[in-house]
């Protein structure tokens, strides 16, 4: 339980980012579902569009501290080379 004022405002300020933080993670893994199910079903076209729309909402969560640099562009490269495998 915080006691000090500081600590009770950090524990306020925790709130609000877990908050965002939440919502942008939601964001960013709705836009990985839909590359994954256009290649589920084998659209080339939409898997590229989706791709290409995942591509910046991932690299944002990397500036705002969501996810690692290097996971960001290792899912962005794992899921390029599913789109291109595509026929």
């Known amino acids: 339980m915080a006691n000090t004022p500081?600590?009770?405002?950090?524990a306020r300020q925790n709130e609000r980012r877990l908050a965002?933080?939440?919502a942008r993670r939601s964001?960013?893994?709705?836009?990985?579902r839909k590359v994954e199910?256009?290649?589920?079903?084998g659209d080339?076209?939409?898997a590229q569009?989706?791709?290409r729309a995942a591509q910046p909402e991932l690299m944002r969560g990397v500036?705002?501290?969501?996810?690692?640099?290097?996971?960001?562009?290792?899912?962005i490269s794992r899921l390029s080379a599913r789109v291109k495998a595509l026929g």
């Open 6 to 10: 500081q600590s009770k405002k950090r």
């Open 20 to 22: 965002v933080n939440k």
């Open 27 to 32: 964001r960013i893994r709705t836009h990985l």
């Open 37 to 41: 199910e256009a290649i589920a079903s």
């Open 44 to 46: 080339k076209d939409a």
């Open 49 to 51: 569009a989706a791709l």
């Open 63 to 75: 500036t705002k501290g969501v996810f690692h640099k290097n996971t960001a562009s290792r899912k």
